[in-house]
């Protein structure tokens, strides 16, 4: 599987700068998120079994049509981040103390799915 997300350590995170950048509760309803001129949302895993945040990730994209980075942050783990693509984040910041160099191999594991996801809605049989 192609790799889509970017994959960034805490280190490597820089300002805003003049980014407009949205951060959202996991408990934020998505539906009423003023969008206009967002460049970034953020959304928070306070810890790896919190998993909210892929369902609002999956709502801005899908039924929202955000087009703007979705990161993830907080609890991040290297095996979320396959799921975190499929369901619409665009980046990640890596928990401390993880490396970002072995991200590739989770995407290099699974080169296709069955089911449809945000970034290829088609089901494995219906495509070409």
């Given amino acids: ?5 970017e ?3 805490p280190a490597d995170v820089a300002p805003a700068g003049n980014q407009n950048v949205v951060v959202l509760a996991n ?11 967002v460049d970034r949302i953020e959304l928070n895993f306070p810890k ?12 801005l994209r899908r039924r ?7 990161r993830a942050t907080g609890d991040v783990l290297i095996d979320q981040l396959v799921q975190m693509q499929r369901t619409g984040f665009s980046s990640a910041v890596l928990k401390e103390g993880k490396d970002v160099a072995e991200a590739q191999r989770q995407f290099d594991r699974y080169a296709a799915f069955y089911q449809g996801d945000v970034v290829q809605p088609e089901p494995l049989f219906a495509r070409g």
């Fill in 48 to 59: 790896f079994t919190d998993g909210r945040a892929f369902s609002q990730a999956y709502l």
């Fill in 7 to 9: 994959i960034l350590h």
């Fill in 64 to 70: 929202r049509k955000f087009t703007g980075d979705i």
């Fill in 27 to 37: 408990d934020a309803d998505v539906q009423e998120v003023a969008l206009e001129g």
């Fill in 1 to 5: 599987m192609q790799r889509l997300i």
